[in-house]
């Protein structure tokens, strides 16, 4: 098995395609195919199957897949190690972050950062929390910022920031305080909601179970593109109250108060456990445990990491 078949594999999988697979490696469709079929043979096994015009990946295909999917983190890892062990100059963070964090909470302590330390190259991946944590788990990234990390995983949190999540609606163009209202008036409200497979999403379905509510619901895979639906007046939003303030304060959108709103949460930055971290995301976390900082490291997690 060779870098280039494992790739190959892992990116059909990922992409459920040969022709999405290479269009992400930039390369043809009948290189694809040839290496999944090298390891075909090599292995003795099916790891593709045709379905139709187009193909799906066998069970044995998706256990070569998942175990591609590290081997390939940890191949470019040491790589990128050896080469900063040569030369610390050349040090790269490489950080993932769920959609929310990585629209709002991680750029300004990005551009801390790298006001501090200009020579270290960044890599920030925005997803949702599934996409997150595999890059996580399979050494895809150094450090991963979002909410809770699934239970049952090598993975751990070294620090927490709070997260207010508010329901924000259509505003009068006038600042206005929170506004109280009945769950009946939520319910009968369109509701701007991430797709499945998002932490937020999740969490604004069970805020509807905790009211008691069923409402019509229409999904956007972006929470800038929530904001600016919000403001058009199509719906109400769950979103995290950073992302919002400067519309509550010029009051294109109000806050809406119900049950147990507003909701308080916190983010969780992520590491695998049992790893000492590179040279470049220890000084990111060094970083975010400076004075004034919302991120809070305990003092065990702060030796640790």
Same mark, same amino acid.
């Given at each position: 098995?060779?870098?280039?078949?494992l790739?190959?594999?892992?990116a059909?999988?990922?992409? @459920?395609?040969?022709?999405?697979?290479?269009?992400?490696? &930039?390369?043809?469709?009948?290189a =694809?195919?040839?290496? &999944? $079929?090298?390891?075909?043979?090599?292995?003795? %096994?099916?790891?593709l199957?045709?379905?139709?015009?187009g193909?799906v990946v066998?069970?044995?295909?998706s256990t070569?897949a998942?175990y591609a999917?590290r081997?390939?983190?940890?191949?470019?890892?040491?790589?990128?190690a050896?080469?900063?062990?040569?030369?610390p100059?050349?040090?790269?963070?490489?950080?993932?972050?769920?959609?929310?964090a990585?629209?709002?909470v991680?750029? /300004?302590?990005?551009?801390?950062?790298?006001?501090l330390?200009?020579?270290?190259?960044?890599?920030l991946? #925005?997803? $949702?929390?599934s996409?997150v944590w595999?890059?996580? *788990? $399979?050494?895809? #990234?150094?450090?991963?910022v979002?909410?809770?990390?699934? &239970?049952?995983? +090598?993975?751990?949190?070294?620090?927490?920031?709070? $997260?207010?999540?508010?329901? %924000?609606?259509?505003?009068?163009?006038?600042?206005?305080?929170p506004?109280?209202?009945?769950p009946?008036a939520?319910d009968?409200?369109?509701?701007? #909601? @991430?797709?499945?497979? +998002?932490g937020?999403r999740?969490?604004?379905e069970?805020l509807f179970? *905790?009211l008691? =509510?069923? /409402?019509?619901?229409l999904?956007?895979?972006?929470?800038? *593109?929530?904001?600016e639906?919000?403001?058009?007046? =199509?719906?109400?939003?769950?979103? *995290? @109250? %950073?992302? #919002?303030? @400067?519309?509550?304060?010029?009051? +294109?959108?109000?806050?809406?108060?119900?049950?147990p709103?507003p909701?308080?949460? &916190?983010?969780?930055?992520?590491v695998?456990?049992?790893?000492?971290?590179?040279?470049?995301?220890l000084?990111?976390?060094?970083?975010?445990?400076?004075?004034?900082?919302?991120?809070?490291f305990?003092?065990?997690?702060d030796?640790r990491?």
């Amino acid at each position: 098995m060779t870098p280039t078949q494992l790739r190959a594999l892992a990116a059909v999988a990922r992409r @459920r395609s040969v022709h999405l697979a290479a269009e992400d490696l &930039v390369v043809s469709q009948p290189a =694809i195919s040839a290496a &999944v $079929n090298a390891l075909e043979k090599e292995l003795g %096994v099916e790891l593709l199957a045709r379905e139709g015009r187009g193909v799906v990946v066998t069970p044995a295909g998706s256990t070569l897949a998942s175990y591609a999917e590290r081997l390939l983190g940890l191949w470019d890892d040491a790589k990128r190690a050896t080469q900063e062990a040569a030369d610390p100059g050349r040090s790269t963070l490489r950080l993932a972050a769920v959609t929310s964090a990585g629209e709002q909470v991680v750029p /300004p302590d990005l551009a801390s950062f790298n006001r501090l330390h200009p020579m270290t190259a960044v890599v920030l991946e #925005v997803g $949702n929390r599934s996409r997150v944590w595999e890059l996580l *788990a $399979n050494y895809g #990234v150094d450090l991963a910022v979002g909410g809770r990390p699934p &239970v049952g995983t +090598s993975l751990r949190t070294v620090a927490t920031a709070p $997260n207010e999540l508010i329901v %924000v609606c259509a505003g009068s163009g006038r600042k206005r305080g929170p506004k109280r209202v009945g769950p009946e008036a939520m319910d009968h409200r369109t509701w701007l #909601v @991430r797709e499945e497979g +998002s932490g937020t999403r999740s969490t604004t379905e069970e805020l509807f179970s *905790a009211l008691g =509510i069923d /409402p019509r619901r229409l999904t956007i895979s972006s929470n800038a *593109a929530i904001r600016e639906a919000a403001m058009a007046g =199509i719906g109400l939003a769950l979103l *995290a @109250r %950073v992302a #919002v303030e @400067r519309e509550l304060e010029e009051g +294109s959108l109000e806050e809406w108060r119900a049950g147990p709103l507003p909701l308080q949460r &916190v983010w969780h930055l992520v590491v695998r456990e049992g790893e000492r971290l590179a040279p470049a995301p220890l000084r990111f976390c060094e970083h975010l445990a400076r004075p004034g900082s919302l991120w809070s490291f305990s003092p065990e997690e702060d030796s640790r990491a």
